[in-house]
């Protein structure tokens, strides 16, 4: 989420060459699938001096890769609900970039945060596709985790993981809910 918030701050609110590229360019996940991503990834660390294949690394790779749209729409959509007037104002007043994002745009753009961290984290409880390819064993996420009890025919701890995983899911839903009725009552009035 924090890299979603600053390539759509970069983006939004700055007038660098490239910006639009950048955000182009981390789109590109949207249209492929998880398993092309998990192949690509394997094929670069494999080959790469740093030993990452096989940790829990690649998977954090492969997650920030795979999902970093919905992160960055998440606070895209957000960021362009704030006025200029706010980081124009501290830069007047002799504040920097990081500054500014850290003590001002970041508490604003917290309800958006929280939004986009909850549907990303529905969405890597129950990834399977990339998970499958890049875990190790040891450390598998839920997904595979999940199916490798089905082909055991261990039924029960499977039922078990699952009903917790959707509980998790249910209670995460219910507080993005909440969060998202933060101006409900004044409306009502």
């Not at 060459?17 to 990834?41: E, F, K, M, N, Q």
Request: hydrophobic share 50%.
């Amino acid at each position: 989420m924090l890299l979603g918030s600053l390539v759509s701050w970069l983006d939004l609110r700055t007038r660098l060459r490239g910006r639009t590229a950048l955000d182009y360019v981390s789109l590109i996940p949207l249209g492929l699938p998880g398993i092309v991503v998990a192949v690509a990834l394997i094929q670069f660390w494999l080959r790469m001096p740093l030993p990452i294949y096989g940790t829990l690394w690649i998977l954090l790779i492969a997650y920030i890769t795979r999902f970093l749209p919905y992160g960055l729409r998440t606070m895209t959509s957000t960021i362009v609900q704030l006025h200029d007037d706010l980081p124009q104002a501290s830069t007047a007043c002799g504040a920097g970039f990081l500054t500014t994002f850290r003590r001002i745009m970041l508490p604003l753009l917290r309800p958006g945060f929280i939004a986009g961290w909850i549907i990303l984290a529905t969405i890597y409880l129950r990834e399977f596709s990339t998970s499958v390819f890049l875990y190790s064993p040891g450390a598998e996420p839920l997904g595979p985790l999940l199916y490798h009890f089905y082909i055991d025919g261990n039924l029960g701890p499977m039922c078990s993981l699952a009903l917790i995983v959707s509980v998790i899911c249910i209670a995460l839903i219910v507080i993005a809910r909440k969060i998202g009725r933060v101006g409900g009552a004044v409306e009502e009035h």
